[in-house]
């Protein structure tokens, strides 16, 4: 399981930021097309899953808690600082907002941590997931090496997190902090087969996301008021993301590396960090200023925000490619 999630990790994050922007769209849909699009913020859990199986094998590398901050950083913050400076710039007038306010809006944007002190006005709570899971990886990490069971320390942890979580119920920092035992599982799911025997991992991972997938719909269908205040709208991700990317791992894994179709996949799970902004800007506007009116409306600003955010990636990384040259010439 772990070699077809990380040869494919690409296409899984591009499915997965297809499913965001698919949820994010207000199509007027029905039947089981609106059942996928009302729980397709669950590309973002898959997401937290992937983080974490990839930063597991980045600690692998070099665990060293400096370098590897610092290699996080290249990776988001050279799109990521970019894009706020924009958003805060258009975004800040349309909120109408005074100046204690914009301050707060300001800084807790540029610093990514404004969701948990309840700044408002964020450009959307999964980019202070991110930054406090990033954070704490290299504390998961420490525990797990040090373990005689990595996935069994990881899964305690997870526990642990998921028992912490319980504090912030009925604040609007669960819908984040909740997210973590998802976060550390993935990085569980990283340990080399050699460490931890994986037979039927693929069984396991599948079974459970069924028992996640019947828990979620139950509580749809019988227990609504357990949806938003007890995180029972997104708690059966914990097992449903990981079945999902370890069926979409194999499955890709299948179709091969060179098959032409997953092309466009690779593609759009290397600009999903960059393809989230945009969208969750198109979200804001859509939703709060009625940027979008409409099916077909809200279709074409989607479309947008995606190919917005794939022009975006490769800008960014032509410019840090030309910096690392000129830093290579300067030594």
């Known amino acids: 399981m772990q070699e077809a999630i990380g040869a494919c990790r ?3 994050k591009g499915a997965a930021i297809l499913w965001v922007v698919f ?32 930063l597991y094998h980045s600690l ?16 988001l913050l050279p799109a990521y600082l970019p894009f706020c400076a ?20 300001a ?20 980019v202070s997931a991110l930054a406090l899971t990033l954070m704490l990886a290299p504390l998961v990490y420490g525990l797990m090496a040090r373990a005689s069971h990595p996935r069994r320390c990881a899964v305690l942890v997870a526990a642990a997190c998921f ?11 669960y819908m984040a902090v909740s997210r973590l035992p998802v976060f550390v599982l993935g990085m569980a799911a990283a340990v080399p087969a050699r460490e931890e025997g994986t037979s039927g991992a693929y069984a396991l991972a599948l079974a459970g996301g069924a028992c996640g997938l019947a828990v979620l719909y139950g509580c749809f269908a ?10 029972m709208y997104w708690h059966p991700f914990v097992l449903i993301a990981p079945a999902l990317c370890a069926g979409l791992g194999w499955l890709f894994s299948r179709a091969g590396r060179a098959s032409a179709a997953l092309a466009p996949l690779r593609a759009l799970g290397r600009a999903s960090f960059e393809i989230f902004l945009f969208n969750a ?33 490769a800008v960014v990384e032509r410019c840090m490619k030309r910096a690392a040259r000129g830093a290579r010439r300067s030594e």
């Open 222 to 231: 019988r227990f609504p008021e357990t949806l938003d205040f007890y995180g």
């Open 10 to 12: 690409d296409e899984i």
């Open 107 to 126: 800084a807790g944007n540029l610093l990514m941590l404004g969701f948990f002190a309840g700044t408002p006005a964020m450009i959307n709570w999964y």
């Open 281 to 313: 800007w198109v979200e804001v506007l859509g939703k709060r200023f009625g940027l979008a009116q409409g099916p077909v409306s809200w279709l074409l600003w989607s479309l947008g925000s995606v190919l917005a955010g794939l022009a975006y990636h």
């Open 163 to 173: 028992a912490g979580g319980l504090c912030f119920i009925g604040t609007e920092a």
């Open 60 to 75: 692998c590398r070099d665990a060293d808690a400096g370098r590897y901050l610092l290699r996080r950083a290249r990776r």
């Open 86 to 105: 924009v958003w805060l710039c258009v975004m800040l007038p349309l909120y109408g907002l005074g100046t204690v306010q914009s301050v707060r809006v």
């Open 23 to 54: 949820f994010h769209a207000q199509l007027g849909l029905g039947g089981l097309l609106y059942d996928a699009q009302k729980i397709g913020y669950g590309g973002v859990d898959m997401f937290l899953f992937l983080s974490g199986f990839g």
